[in-house]
């Protein structure tokens, strides 16, 4: 079966810091991944998606980036974090095909400070 | 900007009870429609996709998608406290050939004993 691993859980940075989220997936391969925010009193926001290795799409201009060193892991960074950067973060996947299912890792909290 | 809307709630119903919680969209080529719980502070996981007009029923809950009037909804029949969470509507919507999910915000769902 497949499952997906997003760490750490939750983290305090201050503002202007760096950012590094994780994100693996298992048990399948050639995932389509996503990585989501979800900030208080806002619904689920779509940040970046990748169909393969080295494929990022980016949906929203910020300060945030993404990238995918190998086909199951996703990484979303930042050089230096805003405030408005807090919220819960969420990586995620599907199988390769349209209009599939779309799975969520546990999350990350992230508080900018 | 393909939007979905939910009702924000908080729909309170008894146990026991069914509870109906409905989402509108904007996009009229979406073509996958997916129920989400939330329970607070957790990640999203999946409870219900649905492709076709009409109703589709997994145990206790129940889908109904009109794509003529851009309608879906969840149905809950013999409501627990359990199901005490937010529910998010997901449609599928496509992003340089590509499908990626939008999600309303959420309805939040209470169910007293």
């Known amino acids: 079966s497949q499952t997906i691993h997003q760490w750490p859980a939750t983290l305090v940075q201050p503002v202007g810091s760096p950012l590094s989220l994780e994100c693996t997936v298992e048990?399948?391969?050639?995932?389509?991944l996503y990585w989501y925010r979800q900030a208080a009193g806002r619904g689920l926001q779509l940040l970046f998606y990748s169909v393969g290795i080295g494929q990022i799409s980016s949906e929203v201009p910020q300060n945030l980036s993404a990238s995918r060193p190998q086909d199951r892991q996703f990484i979303l960074s930042s050089k230096k974090l805003l405030l408005s950067d807090s919220g819960f973060y969420l990586c995620?996947?599907?199988?390769?095909?349209?209009?599939?299912?779309?799975?969520f890792g546990e999350g990350s909290w992230l508080t900018v400070v | 900007q393909k939007e979905v809307e939910q009702n924000s709630g908080p729909l309170s119903v008894p146990e026991g009870a069914i509870a109906s919680l409905n989402c509108t969209y904007s996009?009229?080529?979406?073509?996958?429609f997916f129920w989400y719980r939330q329970y607070s502070g957790k990640s999203p996981e999946l409870i219900m996709s649905?492709?076709?007009?009409g109703d589709k029923e997994d145990g206790r809950f129940t889908a109904q998608l009109n794509k003529a009037s851009q309608y879906v909804s969840l149905l809950i029949r013999d409501s627990q406290p359990s199901d005490s969470a937010t529910y998010l509507c997901?449609?599928?919507?496509?992003?340089?050939?590509?499908?990626?999910?939008?999600f309303g915000k959420g309805t939040m769902l209470l169910v007293s004993p």
């Open positions: 649905i492709y076709s007009n």
């Open positions: 997901a449609v599928s919507s496509m992003n340089s050939g590509y499908s990626t999910l939008t």
């Open positions: 995620a996947w599907s199988r390769a095909a349209t209009g599939n299912t779309i799975y």
């Open positions: 996009d009229r080529g979406s073509q996958s």
């Open positions: 048990g399948t391969s050639n995932p389509n």
